[in-house]
């Protein structure tokens, strides 16, 4: 595992961003793994930069994302959907069809995380982006997920909707569950970049690197890839 640490979040996102433009100079029809969260807005602005300046296109690109909360239609200003087009998808030139989000309205969502399984073995990452949990969690893994799990329903813990309670107007409107991309999915991404930014990141940081791998700490499976980089800045990276 590749520990990067940069100076600030700025630099950060530079760098998880020049990661991607490389890889999409080299293949136009790549397929990105995409996170939401706070922590990847900036690796999202710099590739909307690099993309003005017309360094990079995403005509042939094809996206999947990890996860969606369940319950929250994808018009909604609170759903990932929506996040994803706000800060990446309506400032690019990608095609919206091919971009892979779970449906957490869907009628049937065992059926959906089925389906969203499926469409993975056939999309495999060339580069997966992971925000962190402060719990250690990646997607929506919980710590004590199985690391062999594939796309599932999960019921998010409760320090989680703590964490994303700043999103909301209040804890009670956070959903309680989500779809998300299963461990062995994110494994199986050809290189991981994860991104951690602040000192709330810096006990999962830590568990991650120095903590062995323990179902605890799902992030902690990150050491196992043979292709992953974490770009920490100095505040996440205080407890190394
Ligand atoms: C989001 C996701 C989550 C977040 C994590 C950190 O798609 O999968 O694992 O990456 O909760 O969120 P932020 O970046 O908001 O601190």
Do not use: W
Request: aromatic share 8%; glycine share 6%.
């Amino acid at each position: 595992m590749k520990i990067i640490v940069a100076d600030n979040y700025n630099a950060l996102s530079q760098i998880g961003a020049d990661l991607v433009i490389g890889l999409l100079k080299t293949k136009k029809n790549a397929v990105l793994g995409l996170a939401t969260g706070t922590t990847p807005i900036g690796l999202y602005q710099k590739l909307i930069e690099a993309y003005k300046q017309g360094i990079v296109s995403f005509k042939q690109v094809k996206t999947v994302n990890l996860d969606e909360y369940v319950g929250i239609e994808k018009q909604n200003e609170q759903s990932y959907a929506y996040f994803m087009r706000k800060n990446l998808f309506d400032y690019v030139d990608i095609d919206l069809n091919n971009t892979h989000i779970p449906n957490g309205s869907a009628q049937n969502l065992q059926k959906e995380c089925i389906d969203y399984s499926l469409l993975l073995t056939k999309t495999r990452q060339d580069i997966q982006i992971l925000g962190l949990g402060s719990n250690g969690h990646i997607g929506f893994n919980e710590p004590f997920t199985a690391f062999d799990s594939k796309t599932h329903l999960v019921k998010l813990s409760q320090q989680t909707i703590n964490d994303n309670a700043r999103l909301f107007e209040s804890k009670n409107q956070v959903p309680t569950h989500a779809i998300t991309m299963g461990i062995s999915e994110i494994m199986a991404a050809k290189r991981i970049i994860l991104l951690a930014s602040g000192k709330n990141k810096a006990k999962a940081v830590y568990d991650a690197i120095n903590g062995g791998v323990n179902a605890k700490c799902p992030a902690s499976v990150l050491s196992l890839h043979s292709n992953c980089t974490f770009i920490l800045d100095r505040e996440s990276a205080s407890m190394l």
